[in-house]
């Protein structure tokens, strides 16, 4: 009863803060300033030797890197398994109305089982009875 009663008693700000001053926040903000300096600088490298130590070499090495040859693409070898079949090149586009161009992708598409389910009619019982049905409602499930 008398801890009840002690706990009750108002409290001081010393003990307020008391928790905090014995732990060592301050040390950890400056490990935490001393990091963040290290890769601000570690990740500035490049600039600040441009820029401040050496900004005529800059320019040189600016000028050999466009002038340095692109390293050659590298070429899949192909392949002589004759399971692999050959694909055939895309047929170029006909001149025509833009029109006309869309509906020969449309029918180019129509068989796509991506496409049949975007334009697939929804049958009478999936249609919502009302509009304002806001889908799963617990009067029509069996947990009554």
């Not at 490298?45 to 441009?50: E, P, Q, S, T």
């Not at 050659?72 to 192909?78: G, H």
């Not at 334009?119 to 069996?142: R, W, Y």
Request: aromatic letters at 2%.
């Amino acid at each position: 009863m008398a801890r009840v009663i002690e706990s009750l008693k108002p409290t001081t700000a010393k003990r307020m803060v008391a928790d905090a001053s014995n732990r060592p926040t301050l040390a950890w903000v400056g490990v935490a300033l001393v990091i963040h300096l290290v890769v601000m600088v570690a990740t500035s490298l490049g600039y600040i030797r441009d820029h401040w130590i050496d900004p005529a070499g800059a320019g040189a090495r600016a000028q050999a890197a466009a002038a340095a040859p692109e390293p050659p693409a590298q070429v899949v070898p192909a392949s002589t398994s004759s399971a692999q079949s050959p694909v055939a090149p895309p047929q170029p586009a006909k001149a025509g109305t833009p029109a006309d161009d869309e509906k020969a992708l449309l029918e180019q598409r129509a068989n796509n089982p991506e496409v049949k389910k975007l334009n697939e009619k929804a049958k009478p019982g999936e249609i919502p009875k009302d509009p304002q049905h806001q889908g799963f409602n617990l009067d029509d499930s069996s947990l009554k």
